[in-house]
């Protein structure tokens, strides 16, 4: 089931509250989920410790990329090199066992492009191209790209990053809404309302927020290193993928993963910190 702008915006019409209500009653609301039903309200996420403004759980956000994910897959090649398939999922397997998700059931799909690109979306689908394997100088390269996505799933990035949208939408219909109320609200900000319709479009498809990157790439580096790789090559690849940017065709990943001299400098000072490695 995919949402349209329109079925959320009717939901929230007909959702929303018609008396006039204080902002404090509002975000009251929102928290007890009398304004809207599915409000599963503020909380703290274990595994990063942040605050995370939820209206979906992971099971409807995992609903709504079904068909995302099944048009992707018919659109993109699937690779029939069973070497590098295997190469990937066994990658794939080490790293989920070193974020504590090995016992849930994942599909992992390596597209046969040349695209420097990885990507999870809701309901444990993750997809791989060609071109990031290709990029990557060994495993534990490999294991930092798919420790970052295994981060985003943790992290539960997707549903907050469509929480965010779908929030966009109430406070457009109720008037006003505490963007001071969590982390993640007040990251946004004044996009919320830029965002919106977009947002809720392509919900799950759209670009994470820096903080759900840096969240990643840190939650990432602790994956690889407990599933034994090594995770001063995080960074390096941090680093092949700032080389590879200046040229006439930059991977992918980083349309929707800028930054990368910054986030290998702030890689290497976590995992210093960490003492995971002297790099
Ligand atoms: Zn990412």
Request: aromatic fraction near 6%.
């Amino acid at each position: 089931m995919r949402l349209s702008k329109e079925t959320i915006s009717n939901q929230v019409i007909n959702e929303a509250p018609r008396v006039n209500m204080s902002r404090r009653q509002i975000i009251c609301g929102l928290a007890a989920g009398s304004v809207v039903p599915i409000v599963t309200s503020c909380t703290t996420n274990p595994e990063t410790g942040t605050s995370q403004f939820l209206l979906v759980g992971d099971a409807q956000i995992a609903q709504m990329a079904v068909s995302a994910w099944d048009e992707m897959k018919q659109e993109t090649p699937i690779s029939t090199n069973s070497a590098l398939t295997r190469r990937v999922n066994r990658v794939w397997e080490k790293v989920a066992q070193g974020a504590g998700k090995s016992d849930e059931s994942w599909e992992i799909a390596v597209f046969d492009t040349d695209d420097a690109n990885a990507f999870v979306m809701p309901g444990n689908k993750v997809g791989v191209y060609r071109g990031i394997t290709e990029l990557t100088e060994n495993d534990d390269q490999l294991a930092s790209v798919l420790g970052h996505e295994a981060g985003h799933v943790a992290g539960r990035h997707a549903a907050e990053r469509y929480s965010v949208a779908l929030a966009g939408q109430v406070a457009m219909v109720a008037g006003a809404i505490a963007v001071q109320q969590s982390d993640t609200l007040r990251e946004y900000g004044d996009t919320i309302g830029v965002l919106g319709g977009a947002a809720l479009q392509f919900g799950v498809l759209l670009p994470y927020s820096r903080r759900h990157e840096l969240e990643a790439d840190r939650l990432g580096v602790d994956y690889m290193y407990r599933a034994g790789y090594s995770a001063a090559e995080a960074p390096r690849l941090w680093d092949l993928m700032a080389a590879r940017s200046e040229g006439s065709r930059p991977p992918e990943f980083m349309s929707t993963h800028p930054d990368p001299v910054r986030r290998a400098t702030e890689l290497r000072q976590y995992i210093n910190a960490r003492g995971y490695d002297l790099v």
